[in-house]
């Protein structure tokens, strides 16, 4: 038995924590937010001027009911996902997805999900440190040094220490002083984004069971993307550039009031002068791109989620990658018996290549949502027949397997390319 400490108590932090405990180790996991199963805990807002509306695919929840929590208990946390509308012209062009494996995505409420993670950790006996900051690591004593929110300092030590702790990982930071020739890059995309959130989406006329795209006339002002919660509201995330009209930075009501009528025009005029109200009102939050070279430094550290590879949200797979990240470093643990050296090593060489895939994926539907054109309707189209019609020969869609299945994302990179030059092929004959 290990003694496991884990910096960062999100969904993922929490997901590794109830794997492991369940196997028998003591786990500690130090979160700087509060316990979001108190009812006045901030963590507990649902409405997060933060969080974009997140998608949980068939790869997380595999990896979450694979750590015995209750299917019943996941559907709460959401709403099944049964395609995807793209609006056009002032409609929606409707694309219905299959099912692969048996299972629907889910339009998911996180606070939800976070509670019902911490609800089972708790049952498996995970030690929490809530509004606790992690300062400071030593890799080689493997020590974690935090405060209290009463500012007393403490020295946690253990056999392994994990950073699930996201994009700004102070774990990751303590790597990169750490160690020799740990490289690191980070980068923003031009656009950030702002989170909106209306009541009754049914009224308004959305379907509870599909994805909403939108800004695919704008020609490259705005990407936008919306669904529904469990509670029936509708959140939209609006993705624009910095500056400019409009922009992340515009504060004239009537710049934005005419923004929301071109493009949102299906919602009535109340609605639209909410979403401007929202507009002005909340903070713009920033796309990052997070890439290392390493998930881990000996049998001392380990990195998952955001902390090793964060991305902006554009094929919806952040969440889902950093759950898969825990299934796999626990089916490592198995195949190894728990031989730490072994199991990080290992866990490095696989991830790695998936992060590289998933982000450059996630780069190229960013360029495509932002700067789209009538091709990609043509493509998608054209992709889906020819699959139909030659499933022997050419690839199937990348949207179903990406959605629907846990097929690894190098492969899907490999489908999408064979798409693309199939499709180039298709229009030169």
């Known amino acids: 038995m290990h003694k496991i400490i884990i910096v960062g108590g999100g969904l993922a932090g929490s997901l590794t924590a109830t794997y492991l405990a369940q196997r028998g180790h ?90 019902l993670l911490n609800k089972y950790a708790v049952m498996h006996k995970v030690n929490y440190y809530f509004e606790h900051k992690c300062l400071d690591l030593d890799l080689d004593k493997k020590s974690v040094l935090i405060q209290g929110p009463d500012g007393a300092l403490r020295h946690l030590q253990g056999d392994l220490i994990i950073g699930a702790d996201g994009a700004h990982s102070a774990v990751r930071r303590a790597m990169q002083a750490g160690m020799r020739r740990f490289q690191f890059e980070q980068s923003f995309f031009r656009h950030g984004y702002k989170t909106l959130v209306l009541p009754n989406a049914a009224g308004l006329g959305f379907r509870k069971d599909l994805l909403y795209f939108f800004g695919m006339d704008s020609k490259g002002q705005f990407a936008g993307r919306a669904a529904t919660i469990p509670d029936g509201s509708i959140s939209f995330a609006l993705c624009l550039p910095y500056t400019g009209t409009p922009s992340l930075a515009t504060r004239d009501r009537a710049a934005m009031g005419e923004f929301f009528s071109r493009y949102f025009g299906i919602l009535p005029p109340a609605s639209r002068e909410e979403l401007v109200n929202q507009f002005i009102a909340l903070p713009s939050n920033d796309l990052i791109n997070v890439r290392s070279s390493t998930f881990h430094y000996k049998s001392n550290v380990l990195l998952i989620g955001d902390a090793a590879h964060a991305t902006a949200p554009f094929l919806g797979q952040g969440m889902n990658m950093a759950l898969e990240d825990v299934y796999v470093f626990i089916t490592l643990l198995e195949k190894h018996r728990d031989d730490l050296g072994l199991v990080l090593s290992e866990f490095t060489g696989q991830r790695k290549v998936q992060a590289d895939a998933m982000q450059d994926m996630a780069i190229a539907n960013y360029e495509m949502l932002s700067n789209p054109n009538f091709i990609f309707f043509l493509q998608t189209r054209y992709t889906r027949y020819m699959h139909k019609k030659f499933p022997s020969v050419y690839p199937p869609d990348m949207a179903e397997k990406l959605y629907f299945t846990s097929v690894p994302y190098d492969v899907l990179q490999q489908i999408q390319k064979k798409q693309n030059v199939w499709y180039k092929l298709g229009r030169v004959n």
Do not use: W, Y
């Open 26 to 115: 003591e786990v500690h996991v130090i979160e700087k937010r509060g316990d979001p199963l108190r009812a006045e805990s901030a963590n507990a807002d649902p409405v997060n001027s933060r969080a974009i509306g997140v998608s949980m695919t068939v790869r997380g929840i595999k990896a979450v009911l694979a750590a015995g929590i209750s299917k019943e208990e996941l559907d709460r946390c959401g709403e099944p996902v049964v395609g995807m509308a793209f609006s056009v012209g002032g409609g929606h062009k409707v694309r219905e997805l299959t099912p692969l494996e048996g299972l629907f995505p889910l339009s998911l409420d996180r606070t939800a999900f976070q509670r």
